[in-house]
């Protein structure tokens, strides 16, 4: 008998070697910037490692560490497959010129890991982001209506916002009663504004009982 055990014993390990892990799959991930940043950070960890042997809990650890990861499970795959899914953090803005943030609201660096071509570019004092993103979501909403959209929204210490739309136009408009005034604007705009063959350059509804119009035909004859 101790013959037998001795020779199963020593048997085990080349048996597992004969199942390496080959193969690491990712479902969710829908760049392939992102889809090479998890498979190198992972590179080391299923290295050398077989199907029984593989850290399944090392591998949940340094994904979820990932900054756009939202949420990931980890699983073997008979024979020689780990396999992750994922979900990914999707980011609504840029802010600051140094982070995204994410449909959730929270901020988190991956600027590389992600196409900003169609992102709004939000910037504002860093304590504050809470705020500009509610008023970024609420002014998008009201200029949405008149099928405008916000590219760029500058907001200062006292919470004056400078839009760029996607027409080129600039809004300037501070806090106090902001969606009455923009309502206001957007009326104008359905009904005056985005017809009148000067082009609307810029428009400070800064005011309690109107708003200040610049039009393009007239900067352009300066």
Same mark, same amino acid.
């Given at each position: &008998?101790?013959?037998? +055990?001795?020779?199963?014993?020593?048997?085990?390990?080349?048996?597992?070697? !004969?199942?390496?892990?080959?193969?690491?799959?990712?479902?969710? =991930?829908?760049?392939?910037?992102?889809?090479?940043?998890?498979?190198? /950070?992972?590179?080391?960890?299923?290295? %050398?490692?077989?199907?029984?042997?593989?850290? @399944?809990?090392?591998? $949940?650890?340094?994904?979820?560490? @990932?900054?756009?990861?939202?949420?990931?499970?980890?699983?073997?795959?008979?024979?020689?497959?780990?396999? &992750?899914?994922?979900? %990914?953090?999707?980011?609504?803005?840029?802010?600051?010129?140094? =982070?995204? =943030?994410?449909?959730?609201?929270?901020?988190?660096?991956?600027?590389?890991? $992600? *196409? @900003?071509?169609? #992102?709004?570019? &939000?910037? !504002?004092?860093?304590?504050?982001?809470?705020?500009?993103?509610?008023? +970024?979501?609420?002014?998008?909403?009201?200029?949405?209506?008149?099928?405008?959209?916000?590219?760029?929204?500058?907001?200062?210490?006292?919470?004056?916002?400078?839009?760029?739309?996607?027409?080129?136009?600039?809004?300037?408009?501070?806090?106090?009663?902001?969606?009455?005034? &923009?309502?206001?604007?957007?009326?104008?705009?359905?009904?005056? @504004?985005?017809? *009148?063959?000067?082009?609307? /350059?810029?428009?400070? #509804?800064? $005011?309690?009982?109107?708003?200040?119009?610049?039009?393009?035909? /007239?900067?352009?004859?300066?």
């Amino acid at each position: &008998l101790g013959d037998v +055990y001795k020779r199963t014993v020593n048997y085990l390990p080349s048996a597992l070697d !004969g199942y390496p892990i080959r193969k690491v799959g990712v479902d969710g =991930v829908t760049d392939v910037r992102r889809q090479q940043q998890i498979e190198t /950070a992972l590179a080391a960890l299923v290295r %050398e490692e077989n199907y029984f042997s593989v850290p @399944l809990e090392d591998i $949940y650890q340094q994904s979820q560490g @990932l900054s756009w990861v939202e949420e990931v499970s980890v699983r073997r795959q008979w024979p020689d497959t780990v396999v &992750l899914t994922v979900e %990914e953090r999707r980011p609504v803005a840029v802010w600051n010129e140094a =982070v995204l =943030v994410s449909d959730s609201g929270q901020p988190f660096k991956a600027l590389k890991q $992600y *196409d @900003l071509t169609d #992102l709004p570019h &939000l910037s !504002g004092p860093e304590q504050r982001l809470e705020e500009v993103m509610g008023f +970024y979501h609420s002014m998008g909403k009201l200029l949405r209506d008149v099928g405008l959209g916000i590219e760029r929204m500058e907001v200062n210490a006292r919470l004056t916002a400078r839009l760029t739309l996607d027409n080129q136009m600039q809004l300037v408009v501070d806090r106090e009663n902001y969606v009455g005034k &923009l309502r206001r604007f957007t009326r104008l705009y359905r009904g005056v @504004l985005s017809t *009148d063959s000067r082009g609307v /350059a810029r428009v400070d #509804l800064r $005011y309690a009982d109107g708003i200040a119009v610049t039009w393009r035909d /007239a900067e352009a004859d300066k």
